[in-house]
């Protein structure tokens, strides 16, 4: 059997040392939790513009290709033993290109704030936490979720 392993796109916006993050709400899944801005690989989109596309649904910002560096790639598995490959996107925050991050989507996210990148909420979903350190650390893969 082939596995199928959802691909996730995850978005690390930057201001210096800050993060923008999103307290995700009546999705189901990690609900009164802060994450990345965040979603699937839609199939025959290619993964720079599925994030571009997901940055302007969540967080209403224009990005262009050229701006997003994947920092990271983390292999995740739930506590329901499913997996999914995550890409961790970052590109520093260029207010003056991208326009304002604002909360594009208030039926699935009660808000959005910046969070220092070594400080982050305890509440920070676990997935997300992973991409973040991932990040920070330089690490170009990561697991998260499996046993060690």
């Known amino acids: 059997m082939t596995p199928l392993h959802p691909v996730d796109l995850h978005l690390l916006l ?3 040392d ?9 999705t189901g899944y990690a609900d009164g939790q802060w994450n990345l801005p965040s979603g699937k690989l839609e199939p025959g989109e290619d993964a720079l513009t599925g994030m571009i596309r997901e940055a302007r649904e969540e967080i209403g910002l224009r990005l262009h290709p050229s701006e997003l560096r994947l920092a990271s790639t983390v292999h995740q598995r ?6 999914r490959i995550g890409l961790v996107f970052a590109a520093p925050h260029d207010p003056a290109g991208h326009g304002t991050p604002a909360n594009a989507e208030p039926h ?10 070594t400080g982050l ?3 920070t979903v676990p ?7 991932a990040f920070r650390a330089g690490v170009p893969f990561a697991l998260n979720g499996f046993p060690r």
Do not use: H
Request: proline share 11%.
């Open 127 to 133: 997935y997300t936490a992973a991409c973040i350190e």
């Open 121 to 123: 909420p305890p509440d």
């Open 18 to 26: 800050q993060v923008l993050m999103a307290l995700r709400a009546n």
């Open 108 to 117: 699935k996210c009660a808000a959005i704030n910046w969070f220092p990148l």
């Open 78 to 83: 739930n506590p329901s033993g499913s997996t």
């Open 14 to 16: 930057t201001r210096g």
